[in-house]
C-alpha cells in the first residue's frame, strides 16, 4: 500500500516523544479553552463591558509586543527545559489564585485582567521554547506533519475544553473552570522537561562575534520576503479576524439572548472547525508550497467575519464559526509550517518569536481595537467593519507574497 502522508502522520503520532508530547499538550491546552470560555462570562456576570472583554484580550497579548522576541532570544541561547519550567509554573498560580478568589466571593473584573496581563507575560517569554518543541524532535523533513498534528491536538481541544467548560459553569461556576486549568499545567511541565535536552539550545553554528546583536536572528527573519508575507499574513488574520472569536459572548448574549451553552457551542464549533482544517494539512504533500493555502484561506476567515456579522439566525452562528475555524487553522498553521522549515536553525527560536509576536500581539492590538469600534458602532457594525478590512489585506498581502522566493540556506 502506499505510504501516505496519513500514515507518516499516524507512524510519527505513535513515537514515543512526540505522541507523549502530543497527548501532555492536548490535556493542558483543554484546560486552556475551559479557562477561556469561563472567562468572558465571568467579566460579563461581574459587570464588565464590551470595551473591558476587549481589555482582557489585550492584557493578555499585549506583553507579545514587548518579550516575545526576548523570549526567542531565550530559546535560542538558553536551557529551553528552565525556561518552560520557570514560567509556566508561575503562571500556573494565575488561575489559582482565581479559584480562591472566587472562593472568597472577592473577585472583580480588574483582577481577572490583571492575572490576565500576568499570563500574557509568562507566556511572551516562553511560548517561542514551548513552540521550538516539535522541531527539535522531529526529522527537517517531518516538521510540517509535526506541526500539523500539533495544530490537531490544539484544536481538539478548543472543541473539548468549551464542553467541559459549558458543564463546568452549569454545575459549580467558573470556579470548576479554572480548577481544571489549574491542573492541566502539571503533566505538560513534567512532559516538557522529559523530551527536551539538557543544557542550553544555541545551535553550533552560532558565532560568538554574533553574541552582541540581540536580535540579528529576527532581523534575518524580515529581510526574506517569504518569511515576511507569512507574518504579515498571521497578523493581518489575528488583528481583524480573531475579534469574531473575542466578542463571541458579547454576539451570543446581547444579540442573540443566549446562554453559557450557546456561547460554548459556538466556541466548540470552531474547534472542532480548527480540527478539520487541521487534518486537512496532514493530507497536503510535506513539499507543497503552502503560500496559497495560508492566503487565500485568510481571505476566507475575512468573507466569513463579513456573514456572521449580517447573520440573523441563532442557529446559523455554529456552522460560520466551524468554517471561520477551518480557515483561520489551516492559514495560521500553513504560514507557521512554511517559517519553521524555511528560517536557518540558529535563529529558529526568533522566527517562532515573530510568528507568536504577529499572532498574539494581532489578537490582543485587534481586541484593544475592535473593543473600542463595538462601542461605538454596536458588535455586528463592528465585525462587518472588521471582515471587510481583512478580505482586502489578505487580497493586497498575497499577491505580493505568492510571486517572491522561497529562501533555501537553512
Known amino acids: 500500500m502506499p505510504d501516505t502522508s496519513f500514515r507518516k502522520s499516524m507512524r510519527l503520532l505513535g513515537t514515543r516523544r512526540f505522541g507523549t508530547f502530543w497527548f501532555a499538550s492536548l490535556l493542558s491546552n483543554i484546560g486552556t479553552w475551559a479557562q477561556q470560555v469561563a472567562q468572558p462570562w465571568l467579566l460579563l456576570s461581574l459587570g464588565a463591558s464590551p470595551f473591558l472583554l476587549g481589555l482582557d484580550a489585550f492584557a493578555m497579548g499585549a506583553p507579545a509586543w514587548l518579550l516575545t522576541l526576548v523570549g526567542g532570544v531565550l530559546a535560542d541561547r538558553y536551557d529551553r527545559r528552565r525556561i518552560i519550567m520557570s514560567f509556566q509554573s508561575f503562571q500556573m498560580l494565575c488561575p489559582l489564585l482565581v479559584v480562591v478568589l472566587l472562593l472568597l466571593g472577592v473577585v472583580r473584573p480588574w483582577m481577572v485582567i490583571t492575572l490576565s496581563l500576568v499570563i500574557g507575560v509568562t507566556d511572551a517569554l516562553s511560548m517561542p521554547s514551548f513552540q521550538s518543541i516539535v522541531p527539535s524532535i522531529v526529522t527537517h523533513e517531518q516538521i510540517p506533519t509535526g506541526i500539523a498534528l500539533n495544530s490537531t491536538q490544539f484544536n481538539l481541544s478548543r472543541m473539548l475544553g468549551p464542553a467541559i467548560a459549558g458543564i463546568l459553569m452549569a454545575g459549580v461556576g467558573a470556579l470548576g473552570a479554572y480548577a481544571v486549568n489549574t491542573a492541566s499545567y502539571v503533566p505538560f511541565i513534567l512532559v516538557a522537561l522529559w523530551i527536551l535536552p539538557r543544557g542550553g539550545s544555541a545551535s553550533p553554528d552560532y558565532r560568538p562575534a554574533e553574541r552582541g546583536l540581540l536580535f540579528a536572528g529576527a532581523r534575518e527573519t524580515l529581510r526574506a520576503p517569504a518569511l515576511r508575507g507569512a507574518l504579515l499574513t498571521v497578523f493581518a488574520t489575528n488583528l481583524l479576524c480573531a475579534p469574531l472569536v473575542t466578542f463571541c459572548p458579547v454576539l451570543v448574549k446581547d444579540v442573540f439572548q443566549g446562554s453559557i451553552a450557546h456561547f460554548s457551542l459556538a466556541v466548540g464549533a470552531f474547534g472542532a472547525g480548527g480540527l478539520l482544517g487541521a487534518l486537512a494539512l496532514l493530507a497536503v504533500d510535506p513539499k507543497r508550497d503552502r503560500r496559497p493555502i495560508s492566503s487565500w484561506l485568510a481571505v476566507a476567515y475575512g468573507v466569513v467575519v463579513v456573514l456572521a456579522a449580517l447573520n440573523r439566525m441563532p442557529w446559523a452562528l455554529a456552522p460560520l464559526f466551524v468554517l471561520a475555524g477551518m ?67 489578505h487580497l493586497a498581502i498575497g499577491r505580493a507574497w505568492r510571486h517572491v522566493t522561497l529562501p533555501t540556506d537553512r
Open 327 to 393: 480557515a483561520m487553522t489551516a492559514s495560521n498553521a500553513s504560514a507557521n509550517t512554511l517559517l519553521q522549515a524555511a528560517a536557518p536553525t540558529r535563529v529558529r527560536g526568533q522566527t517562532v518569536s515573530l510568528y507568536m509576536l504577529a499572532m498574539r500581539g494581532g489578537v490582543s492590538l485587534g481586541g484593544l481595537l475592535t473593543g473600542i469600534s463595538v462601542g461605538w458602532l454596536g458588535v455586528r457594525e463592528a465585525l462587518l467593519v472588521n471582515g471587510l478590512l481583512a478580505v482586502g489585506a
